[in-house]
């Protein structure tokens, strides 16, 4: 675990990439742990050292909560719009973007592939922070910041006296922006990334894979982060002009590899991201593939 002054970063399996998370521990009084979704051997030595008393989770993504049952003395936080969803499995999917792609018939299936551990977890969060409000972890300056676009209520904790952020799935893989569920937004996506660039900080870190960066690094990568989304834009872009019908373009593989297209949830995530590209070029399923016929 690396130290910096009173925050110890929790590392996940294989560099922390999903479906694990880098977490941050608060070392004070309150015991405060930053989502919980790091190497679990390594969170339960931090609990037996230290203690956990409070989890506070940025948002509902499994990879940021999965381990929240592991401490059920300890009080769980989300935020305050994704309080109703985290509590209930119908909430996930529909977030998700699993009603949306497949109905009711949709969610039923995926119930069935879905770890216990992991349903017990979404009823173990007992309360909400707020956002944009100053706490104070045993003197550690927090604020929990709103930066929707990854999902509607994603939290970014901020350290103003330290000078460091947890910018979570703000995360610059080579994979690029993540606003796949029905939750998401790529517009919110970028506000939200151009307003981390403001932030008086000198670390950020990141929830998953690359891990710190100063400022400069940040701003550099954010550019280069961004950048996917209008790739992809051109891309299903160039399809639909080829008058291919949405459901062909979910089978290229815009997102995810086409090889592991053939898993459900990777499946409904690419529709899903589809679509949302598809609004952003005005372009509606129903109208596709009629709407470029003039060009061919």
Same mark, same amino acid.
């Given at each position: 675990?690396?130290?910096?002054?009173?925050?110890?970063?929790i590392?996940?399996?294989?560099?922390?990439?999903?479906?694990?998370?880098?977490?941050?521990?608060?070392?004070?009084?309150?015991?405060?742990?930053?989502?919980?979704g790091?190497?679990?051997?390594?969170?339960?030595?931090?609990?037996d050292?230290?203690?956990?008393?409070?989890?506070?989770?940025?948002?509902? %993504?499994?990879?940021?909560?999965?381990?929240? %049952?592991?401490?059920?003395?300890?009080?769980?936080?989300?935020?305050?719009?994704?309080?109703?969803?985290?509590?209930?499995?119908?909430?996930?999917?529909?977030?998700?973007?699993?009603?949306?792609?497949?109905?009711?018939?949709?969610?039923?299936?995926?119930?069935?592939?879905?770890?216990?551990?992991?349903?017990?977890?979404?009823?173990?969060?007992?309360?909400?922070?707020?956002?944009?409000?100053?706490y104070?972890?045993?003197?550690?300056?927090?604020?929990?910041?709103?930066?929707?676009?990854?999902?509607?209520g994603?939290?970014?904790?901020?350290?103003?006296?330290?000078?460091?952020?947890?910018?979570?799935?703000?995360?610059?893989?080579?994979?690029?922006?993540?606003?796949?569920?029905?939750?998401?937004?790529?517009?919110?996506?970028?506000?939200?990334?151009?307003?981390?660039?403001?932030?008086?900080?000198?670390? $950020?870190?990141?929830?998953?894979?690359?891990?710190?960066?100063?400022?400069?690094?940040?701003?550099s990568?954010?550019?280069r982060?961004?950048?996917?989304?209008?790739?992809?834009?051109?891309?299903i872009?160039?399809?639909?002009?080829?008058?291919?019908? $949405?459901?062909?373009?979910?089978?290229i593989?815009? $997102?995810?590899?086409?090889?592991?297209?053939?898993?459900?949830?990777?499946?409904?995530?690419?529709?899903?991201?589809?679509?949302? %590209?598809?609004?952003?070029?005005?372009?509606?399923?129903?109208?596709?593939?009629?709407?470029?016929?003039?060009?061919?």
């Amino acid at each position: 675990m690396k130290r910096m002054g009173p925050l110890m970063i929790i590392e996940g399996k294989n560099n922390s990439k999903v479906p694990y998370s880098r977490n941050i521990f608060i070392d004070c009084p309150e015991k405060v742990l930053i989502d919980c979704g790091a190497d679990p051997q390594t969170l339960l030595e931090v609990n037996d050292q230290f203690g956990i008393e409070l989890i506070v989770n940025t948002h509902y %993504h499994p990879d940021h909560t999965q381990y929240n %049952h592991l401490f059920p003395k300890a009080q769980k936080w989300i935020n305050p719009l994704e309080f109703e969803t985290a509590r209930s499995i119908e909430g996930i999917a529909k977030a998700n973007g699993i009603y949306e792609e497949w109905g009711e018939a949709g969610i039923e299936q995926w119930k069935k592939q879905l770890p216990q551990e992991w349903v017990n977890n979404l009823q173990q969060i007992s309360g909400t922070y707020q956002y944009e409000v100053e706490y104070c972890f045993g003197g550690v300056k927090t604020v929990l910041l709103h930066t929707p676009g990854h999902t509607a209520g994603l939290s970014s904790p901020y350290f103003p006296e330290l000078g460091v952020v947890y910018v979570g799935d703000y995360d610059m893989t080579t994979f690029g922006p993540w606003y796949n569920g029905t939750d998401g937004s790529i517009e919110d996506f970028i506000e939200s990334g151009k307003r981390l660039l403001t932030l008086d900080a000198d670390t $950020f870190i990141t929830g998953h894979q690359k891990g710190l960066f100063t400022k400069q690094e940040f701003q550099s990568e954010m550019q280069r982060f961004l950048e996917v989304i209008d790739k992809r834009d051109e891309m299903i872009d160039y399809y639909a002009r080829q008058g291919l019908s $949405f459901e062909e373009l979910t089978n290229i593989g815009i $997102f995810y590899p086409k090889e592991v297209l053939k898993v459900p949830i990777f499946k409904t995530w690419e529709r899903c991201g589809i679509r949302k %590209h598809l609004r952003r070029l005005n372009l509606t399923v129903s109208e596709m593939p009629k709407a470029y016929a003039v060009t061919k």
